[in-house]
């Protein structure tokens, strides 16, 4: 039932393990591991007695396999939303950190010292993945008034949206973890109120 004075609860969902686990997996696409899809089977156990309204997914490989993975017991589709695709990395995209410190550390630490505003090589910064990511979630909210909405998508994604919920400062991005498979819930309330029940749960209760 769509009731207007309830909170539109949000669940935010990261993909599974992926194969260049260990790289920085922005833009570059990267398919699950078989440990990937089980981690999903178990958010798919948790979250199929939930009432969801609709499933919303990056467009990358990884987030939309998780995603129909956690859809499949609700009979639901998954809405495909570019904006949700995590951090563009830009040259730095499927490098290893190790190999980046090697060649690159005095841009690696301007990024460490601010997230927000430092834009990675070809790539784009942590206020512009914000500004995109929370346009499109905005009117999902809206739109889904006192429903239930799920959104498979990534860690910086996730941690975005979590930040913007709490009113952080993006700085802080590191400060959340986002385990592979990392179930979240924020509860959306129509005087602008944010609550966050729910941060980085484990996908097999």
């Not at 039932?1 to 686990?21: S, Y």
């Not at 009979?75 to 939303?81: A, H, I, L, S």
């Not at 498979?181 to 109120?193: H, L, M, P």
């Amino acid at each position: 039932m769509n009731r207007k004075n309830d909170p539109t609860r949000l669940i935010i969902v990261r993909h599974g393990e992926v194969e260049a686990a260990g790289a920085m997996i922005g833009s570059t696409d990267s398919p699950l591991t078989s440990e990937g899809r089980e981690t999903l089977k178990c958010v798919s156990r948790q979250l199929s007695s939930e009432p969801l309204a609709a499933i919303f997914s990056s467009d990358l490989s990884r987030s939309v396999e998780s995603a129909r993975i956690v859809a499949e017991p609700h009979g639901m589709e998954v809405t495909v939303e570019p904006s949700f695709r995590e951090l563009d990395m830009g040259r730095w995209d499927g490098m290893e950190i190790k190999t980046l410190l090697e060649r690159e550390r005095d841009l690696m630490e301007a990024w460490w010292r601010d997230y927000e505003n430092f834009k990675t090589p070809g790539g784009e910064s942590l206020s512009e993945l914000r500004a995109r990511v929370m346009g499109l979630l905005g009117g999902i909210i809206e739109r889904y008034r006192g429903e239930s909405v799920c959104v498979v998508a990534h860690g910086g994604v996730n941690r975005v949206i979590l930040l913007e919920a709490i009113g952080a400062p993006l700085n802080r991005f590191h400060s959340l973890g986002q385990e592979y498979g990392a179930v979240n819930r924020i509860d959306y309330y129509q005087d602008g109120n944010a609550v966050v029940t729910l941060l980085n749960g484990p996908p097999c209760l």
